[in-house]
């Protein structure tokens, strides 16, 4: 296509995609964003949850972070180095990421272990950290 077009084509394929989601999620003020890199998806979604949970995280950086240190939980089905990946990404050091175990029984193998989860979230909330975010599947890793 020429680029008018594409651009056209595009831009209504976004705002189509995105008037579903919200509509389907029922979050009425939504993006969509795409990456052909499918982990930057997820590092732009940690940096607004970053920003969200500590408002002054743009002005002062890493010293907002400091007196109450973030934790990320990534489910221990996800693809290997996701983690680190997220992490040197946001430019956080690795004791701020949190492996949650699966379950394995009944031929569950990536089901996360939802009561070491919530043990995992109240030892850091007991500890002085702040969770922040969330990484598990719907289905399994590969889809």
Same mark, same amino acid.
């Given at each position: 296509l020429e680029p008018y077009h594409?651009?056209?084509?595009?831009?209504?394929?976004?705002?189509?995609?995105?008037?579903?989601?919200?509509?389907? +999620?029922?979050f009425p003020d939504t993006?969509? +964003? +795409?990456h052909e890199e499918e982990?930057?998806?997820?590092?732009? #979604?940690?940096?607004l949850a970053l920003h969200q949970r500590y408002p002054k995280f743009a002005s002062d950086g890493y010293e907002a972070l400091y007196p109450r240190p973030p934790v +990320?939980? #990534? =489910?221990?089905?996800c693809k290997l180095g996701l983690g680190q990946y997220l992490c040197a990404q946001l430019g956080? *050091?690795? =004791?701020?990421?949190?492996?949650? *175990?699966? $379950?394995? =029984?009944?031929?569950? #193998?990536? $089901?996360?272990?939802?009561?070491?989860?919530? $043990?995992?979230?109240?030892?850091?909330?007991? =500890?002085g950290k702040t969770p922040v975010l969330i990484v598990a599947y719907a289905g399994t890793p590969i889809v």
């Open positions: 594409l651009k056209h084509f595009t831009h209504k394929i976004l705002s189509d995609t995105t008037m579903w989601l919200s509509r389907l +999620f029922r993006s969509a +964003f +795409f982990r930057e998806g997820l590092v732009r #979604v940690c940096r +990320f939980y #990534v =489910s221990a089905a956080l *050091p690795l =004791s701020c990421l949190c492996s949650v *175990p699966v $379950k394995t =029984s009944y031929g569950l #193998v990536h $089901k996360m272990d939802v009561v070491a989860l919530e $043990k995992l979230i109240e030892d850091d909330k007991s =500890s």
